[in-house]
């Protein structure tokens, strides 16, 4: 069985920032891709980020330049470093990883959700 379980979420001034992990465990053999969405109330859900096992990263066009994802390949860890937040992102985090488990199964798996307030 595998777990993701985000952190880092709360209330934050706009401007300001703040950081989102992401930490694995469970029954893994290896993480391919890792990444971070989002999901407004009444909107689908909306991938923003996301590194691949090689730390090659890819962006959605709006957080470039002002988030930057990582990850901790030996802690099983993503991060999401969030810059100069404005109001319009107030929503709730996701995070998500591709992994192959210890009995060969290949499988999408979701955190729960962490919720990100920006307001003053």
């Known amino acids: 069985q595998v777990h993701l379980v985000e952190s880092g979420g709360g209330l934050v001034q706009p401007g300001g920032s703040l950081r989102l992990s992401c930490a694995a465990s469970?029954?893994?053999?290896?993480?391919?891709?890792m990444g971070w969405y989002r999901q407004a109330p009444g909107k689908q859900r909306e991938l923003v980020a996301f590194?691949?096992?090689?730390?090659?990263?890819n962006y959605v066009d709006s957080v470039k330049g002002r988030y930057t994802i990582s990850r901790d390949n030996a802690k099983n860890t993503v991060y999401l470093q969030k810059n100069s937040l404005t109001t319009q992102y107030t929503t709730v985090y996701y995070c998500?990883?591709?992994?192959?488990?210890?009995?060969?199964?290949?499988?999408?798996?979701w955190g729960q959700g962490t919720q990100v307030t920006v307001s003053s």
């Open positions: 469970g029954s893994i053999f290896s993480i391919y891709v």
């Open positions: 998500n990883a591709d992994i192959i488990t210890t009995t060969w199964s290949r499988t999408d798996y």
């Open positions: 590194i691949n096992s090689d730390s090659s990263t």
